[in-house]
């Protein structure tokens, strides 16, 4: 089976055995964290497992580090998580959610390659539409699985957790995947302060996905991305949002349009205003 690194099609999803996949529900709602969980049981795709953005994709007791509001859990923690779900080597992992990939399954594809998991990919348009192609759906948990034995460990090139390391430079592009009135400081639902980092550019991951809440083609995104990135090469991108997990569509949608390398600026917003001395700009 060759395995998919970046989205996958419902269709193609479907054909995939049992034993060939580990499907895992991303469901959450920022507004109501218990939510992802009461639609999961209400029904999800055949043999999914459920992860929570607070619970398993973050390890929130580290909010007070500067971190950001999701901090990434611990190399013990996710690879615990992995190792309950059943996952091996060479098994195709599929995350899915209901916002086109952004809350929260790119989150966990993200993660998975930052541990150096290969076969990670986000269910193309989500589970409307797994449920738009007439695909089945089960209610309730489905039956364990066998555990596996993990130990993995994050890359440490793939993600920019200091601060300084956003200054600006010639061969570095600041993308913030946030909507554009919280970007330009205009409103700020959820962080105490609004606004963005100076430098940054503004690529709200709603750009990424057509009208039908699908990845726009791949040609397409890669056009779109070139015009943003000017003379600055793919890898020298980073991205950041307001907690460090919409961000990873935009990187999503960069590795899926071909251009590789970018990376995450992990706390993201909420981990910048952490300390009132760093400049913050509007408009």
């Known amino acids: 089976m060759s ?3 970046t ?3 419902p269709s193609a999803l479907a054909a995939l055995a049992p034993d060939e996949v580990l499907i895992v529900d991303c469901r959450f709602d920022l507004a109501d964290p218990e939510r992802g969980r009461r639609d999961y049981l209400d029904g999800h795709l055949p043999g ?3 992860a929570s953005l607070d619970r398993d994709l973050s390890d929130l007791s580290r909010q007070a580090e500067g971190l950001g509001r999701h ?8 690879s615990a998580l992995l190792s309950r779900w059943g996952w091996r080597a060479g098994m195709q ?3 899915y959610d209901a916002a086109g990939g952004a809350l929260a399954a790119a989150r966990l594809w993200w993660m998975l390659r930052l541990a150096g998991v290969q076969g990670g990919a986000v269910l193309d348009g989500g589970y409307a539409a797994w449920l738009a192609a007439g695909l089945p759906v089960e209610a309730g948990k489905p039956a ?7 130990s993995l460990r994050y890359a440490p090139a793939q993600v920019l957790i200091e ?4 200054r600006a430079r010639a061969d570095r592009l600041l993308l913030d995947a946030r909507a554009a009135p919280r970007y330009r400081g205009e409103i700020e639902p959820i962080d105490p302060v609004g606004g963005h980092v100076p430098g940054a550019l503004n690529r709200p991951f709603s750009d990424n996905l057509g009208g039908d809440g699908r990845f726009k083609p791949a040609a397409r995104l890669r056009d779109e991305f070139l015009a943003l990135l000017g003379p600055v090469e793919p890898s020298g991108v980073v991205h950041m949002c307001g907690s460090g997990v919409t961000a990873c569509h935009n990187l999503l949608a960069m590795e899926h349009a071909g251009l590789h390398g970018s990376r995450i600026y992990a706390p ?3 981990g910048w205003i952490s300390d009132p001395a760093r400049p913050v700009a509007k408009g």
Do not use: G, H, M, N
């Open 268 to 270: 993201s917003w909420s």
């Open 71 to 78: 901090p990434l859990p611990p190399e013990s923690a996710f």
């Open 7 to 9: 989205l996958i099609d």
């Open 48 to 50: 999914a497992l459920y």
């Open 144 to 150: 364990a699985r066998k555990p596996s034995e993990l």
């Open 3 to 5: 395995l998919k690194t």
């Open 93 to 95: 992992v599929v995350s």
């Open 163 to 166: 601060p300084a390391a956003l």
